[in-house]
């Protein structure tokens, strides 16, 4: 991964540490479970927005490996619908 893309990942996913433990601290203070979910949605769009992320530098680093051992792209489309599958 290339650090400028995981220097981004990592602020996000600090961002989502905190937004964890927000949502503790809700339950915790017995707020109400609308608001809860509210927030429960928030984490996991930004974890979406990570994994997003994550799938962009996958695609980059395949395309480059696939070119730098003369597989095709499609041998190296077939690896990222793998790694896609698995994120769900």
Do not use: H, N
Request: hydrophobic share 50%; with cysteine.
């Amino acid at each position: 991964m290339r650090d400028a893309t995981a220097t981004e990942v990592i602020k996000r996913l600090r961002r989502v540490e905190g937004q964890i433990r927000g949502l503790q601290q809700m339950v915790q203070d017995g707020r109400d479970c609308r608001e809860v979910a509210t927030q429960v949605s928030a984490a996991v769009v930004a974890l979406r927005r990570v994994a997003g992320l994550i799938m962009a530098c996958s695609m980059a680093e395949a395309a480059a490996e696939a070119a730098q051992e003369g597989r095709s792209p499609q041998q190296a489309a077939d690896s990222l619908v793998m790694a896609f599958a698995r994120i769900g």
